[in-house]
């Protein structure tokens, strides 16, 4: 079981908006930043959103983070069948002095 | 270009050991922390370690804790992750991964190296 939880899976429409949630506690999402990863099948993941709302370059604005409190929310807008993939939440356990991931979530964009 | 090379990765039977090596290229590895994350067959992404640019700081997720010891050669540009007493559990494909400088995110990974145990 993950420490961070995410909803397994979500789907949206080619053109839509969806969000993902990632909720933890005050060790982890409270007291330090978020990041989001996108894995696609077969390969490594890829950052997407660092400190909680940072883009690294290339990384279209399509993708947005936010953080509030223990839960952090990645936004995708104007899905495209490639986004397409597994999407990770991950930060630091200041209790734990551990990073901590979550447990992923599917997208299918029907 | 920055890239990430895991290599070492393998069968093993339960009890035994490996050793992981990440090469590193295209960026000052000296001024980097890295990571360890390792991927189960068909389930999520699990941290398994960390260890800081001058080996000043290392800390290990509780399910590897005295069995696997990460370290590294900054003058070879590498990063090792020394694997005992391996179990079933630990069969997952291993990446090494760069931290950004001064925030929270691996930036770049490697490719993954497989490791394998079972008797």
């Known amino acids: 079981q993950s420490v961070l939880t995410q909803p397994p899976s979500v789907s949206a429409a080619p053109g839509q908006k969806v969000t993902i949630s990632c909720s933890g506690r005050?060790?982890?999402?409270?007291?330090?930043?978020v990041c989001w990863y996108q894995q696609l099948p077969g390969t490594a993941p890829k950052l997407l959103i660092y400190?909680?709302?940072k883009r690294p370059s290339g990384i279209p604005d399509r993708f947005s983070g936010s953080k509030s409190g223990t839960s952090a929310t990645l936004g995708i807008t104007g899905l495209q069948t490639g986004d397409e993939a597994d999407y990770y939440c991950?930060?630091?356990?200041?209790?734990?002095?551990?990073?901590?991931f979550g447990g992923g979530t599917k997208l299918t964009v029907l | 270009e920055v890239q990430l090379v895991e290599s070492g990765g393998g069968l093993v039977k339960p009890g035994g050991s490996l050793r992981l090596s990440c090469a590193a290229s295209?960026?000052?590895?000296?001024?980097?922390?890295v990571n360890w994350v390792r991927q189960a067959p068909g389930k999520g992404l699990e941290w398994v370690s960390s260890?800081?640019?001058?080996?000043?700081?290392?800390y290990y997720a509780d399910s590897v804790k005295g069995r696997f010891t990460i370290s590294r050669d900054n003058a070879k540009n590498s990063l090792y992750l020394q694997m005992n007493s391996l179990r079933a559990e630990d069969t997952a494909v291993y990446y090494c991964?760069?931290?950004?400088?001064?925030?929270?995110?691996?930036?770049?990974w490697g490719q993954g190296t497989l490791v394998s145990v079972f008797s």
């Open positions: 991950g930060t630091w356990d200041s209790s734990l002095s551990a990073g901590v």
């Open positions: 005050t060790s982890n999402i409270g007291d330090n930043y």
């Open positions: 400190d909680n709302n």
């Open positions: 295209g960026f000052t590895f000296s001024s980097y922390s």
């Open positions: 260890i800081s640019s001058t080996s000043s700081y290392i």
């Open positions: 991964a760069r931290v950004i400088v001064g925030a929270t995110g691996l930036d770049h």
